[in-house]
């Protein structure tokens, strides 16, 4: 595949312009602002992991940022890889921390979320709608999988974990309407699912660190 191929996967791009997807460029600060916010309730607290999940956060919004513009197949890269390499990192992070398991099964329970994924997406890919955003549904399935597993163990955090799927459930519905509102909403809908994604990602880690700091592992 050409590097330089130019990419016309969303409503509001109208052209190969830079700026030619203005709102879904600019709504990538939203990951920014939640890094940042989350970088600040982070203080005081030893939490490396929660504090790399911060790090990524505020990449998942260059990466994003770099795709809306240069709209390329190595811009789209710079967009996907950071929001897997966040979900990789949380999962590890949760069967270390809110399951207790030992860092050897942690690692490999996070790592056999892809093809366990994929095989999702691939199911989910023919159903009329959910199937515009297939490779993003199993995450949510997965967040309320947990929540359910948590349920009893950690009743707050299942909580926290069933709110983080709404959002996300949210989010990607408005994702997945960019293409079939494009004739009544020449803007498009793609620019909610960042601001939406920004604030369900910041959960997440306020759902960890709260977690952490109620006696759930702080400090390791």
Do not use: K
Request: net charge positive.
């Amino acid at each position: 595949m050409d590097g330089a191929q130019f990419i016309d996967a969303y409503c509001e791009r109208v052209g190969p312009g830079f700026w030619a997807e203005p709102l879904n460029a600019v709504t990538n600060a939203a990951f920014v602002v939640a890094a940042f916010v989350m970088w600040h309730r982070l203080r005081g607290t030893e939490l490396p992991l929660a504090r790399l999940m911060v790090a990524v956060l505020a990449v998942i919004g260059a990466g994003s940022f770099l795709f809306h513009t240069f709209a390329t197949p190595w811009a789209a890269l710079a967009d996907v890889l950071p929001i897997a390499a966040f979900i990789l990192l949380y999962l590890l992070a949760v069967n270390l921390r809110f399951l207790a398991m030992p860092p050897w099964l942690a690692a490999l329970a996070a790592l056999l979320f892809l093809p366990l994924a994929a095989v999702a997406a691939r199911l989910i890919a023919p159903l009329p709608f959910l199937g515009i955003s297939a490779p993003y549904w199993p995450v949510v399935l997965l967040i309320a999988a947990y929540a359910l597993l948590l349920r009893r163990r950690a009743p707050a955090t299942a909580r926290g974990l069933g709110i983080g799927a709404v959002i996300l459930t949210l989010s990607l519905t408005f994702r997945s309407l960019d293409g079939p509102l494009c004739a009544a909403v020449p803007i498009g809908t793609h620019f909610l699912w960042h601001v939406l994604n920004a604030v369900m990602l910041g959960w997440m880690i306020e759902v960890y660190r709260r977690h952490m700091v109620a006696g759930g592992g702080a400090g390791r």
